[in-house]
């Protein structure tokens, strides 16, 4: 590679510009997106619908169908989470 001038020597010439640059409000250059057939990539806010009142764990279970149909419609009637249906279960049989 000896021998070549690649143009290294130039670097050194190279500076900022000095004028300052404009900012353009974020919803102008949104509007102009819009025009344009753009979708924002920003994420979108997830709404939470329920609220978790302490930390939770994973049960898994395979119950007969039979079993299963019964705890799903039972939870369906009385409008709860599958959670909040086993917390009902329980409170009702009186376990502590």
Known sequence: MSGK???FDRL???KPDTEPETVVPDRKIDEVAEKHGFVSREPVQKI??????????NLNIRPPISTYNRFVSWAMQNRLSYPEALKELMDKAGVP
Request: hydrophobic share 40%; no cysteine; proline share 6%.
């Open 5 to 7: 001038n690649l143009g």
């Open 12 to 14: 050194a010439s190279i």
């Open 48 to 57: 939470v619908r329920r609220k978790e009142a302490e930390p939770s764990a």
